[in-house]
């Protein structure tokens, strides 16, 4: 059943899927969204973990105005060494997720091709962004979809003898940009962005536990071995990515989805090469995690 919020508009609010997610109708995003309107749209996003609008036409200014409903908007993140050989509009809090070219070859955006395993977005810095958006702008005829698993699912279903040895630990989260795979340890980690986090966070919002593992940036358990530690991170990650505890979104022009980092993971399928996907993101400043 949709629930009514009222207030200058009137918000049907639909479930995406059983597991994780909900649709907001009747609401244009490229006017001003009154208070009421924000308060309630940041319920249900926390609530839900992940909140879709479809059929928006926002330019980059309407996609901001968007964003800061929730928050503060995020800088982009640099690795302490930067391996690619080249970043399209690096400083720019509006990122061009786009396999696109330019004249010359050159990426005109970030993220271009491929699969990418289950994550959660910067995981691996001191205060984690706490939001992110995707809005799309060029979706290819198949493909290139996103997943997204729920987080607070994958803490409730831990059997008690793994909640048991993950209970009071850290998590090492690391990136290699350079990688769409897990990144290896055996190099100096002071050349990646690289951090210690609770294997369990307080979502501030709603007080609920979620587990923060994800199969692609986790790497290391405290007080394990690494193969321990790679054991354990792909126990959490088989209960997470667990078919019913996910919701796979088929994008369309004008789709813009908010997700929370802290209570979900979210993954891309593959789509062919010689067809365009841009989509614009942007994030959301974050604080230093609660176990």
Not at 27 to 39: A, H, K, M, N
Not at 230 to 241: Q, S, T, W
Not at 257 to 263: F, H, R, V, Y
């Amino acid at each position: 059943m949709a629930t009514q919020l009222k207030s200058n508009a009137e918000l049907d609010i639909i479930p995406l899927s059983p597991a994780i997610g909900v649709e907001v109708k009747g609401i244009d995003l490229s006017q001003p969204i009154d208070e009421g309107t924000g308060q309630a749209l940041r319920q249900a996003w926390a609530k839900n973990s992940i909140l879709l609008v479809r059929g928006q036409d926002l330019d980059y200014d309407a996609q901001f105005a968007y964003a800061r409903i929730y928050g503060d908007v995020a800088a982009r993140v640099k690795p302490p060494v930067e391996k690619r050989s080249y970043r399209a509009d690096p400083d720019n809090p509006m990122q061009l997720v786009t396999n696109e070219l330019d004249d010359e070859g050159k990426p005109v955006g970030s993220l271009g091709d491929g699969e990418m395993w289950f994550h959660t977005d910067k995981c691996y810095v001191g205060k984690p962004h706490r939001a992110s958006f995707l809005y799309a702008v060029e979706i290819p005829s198949e493909g290139g979809h996103t997943k997204f698993a729920s987080l607070y699912n994958g803490y409730d279903r831990l059997p008690n003898d793994l909640r048991a040895k993950l209970e009071g630990r850290k998590v090492l989260q690391m990136y290699d940009y350079t990688k769409t795979e897990p990144g290896s340890l055996n190099q100096p980690l002071e050349n990646l962005l690289h951090y210690w986090q609770p294997v369990f966070v307080t979502n501030p919002d709603t007080k609920r536990k979620a587990v923060y593992i994800s199969r692609l940036m986790s790497m290391r358990i405290e007080g394990y071995s690494d193969e321990e530690s790679r054991e354990l991170i792909n126990a959490v990650a088989d209960i997470v990515e667990a078919e019913d505890n996910i919701y796979e979104h088929v994008w369309k022009p004008g789709d813009i989805m908010i997700w929370d980092n802290l209570s979900c993971l979210h993954a891309r399928t593959d789509w062919p090469r010689e067809q365009r996907r841009t989509l614009r993101r942007v994030t959301i400043k974050g604080d230093a995690l609660v176990g």
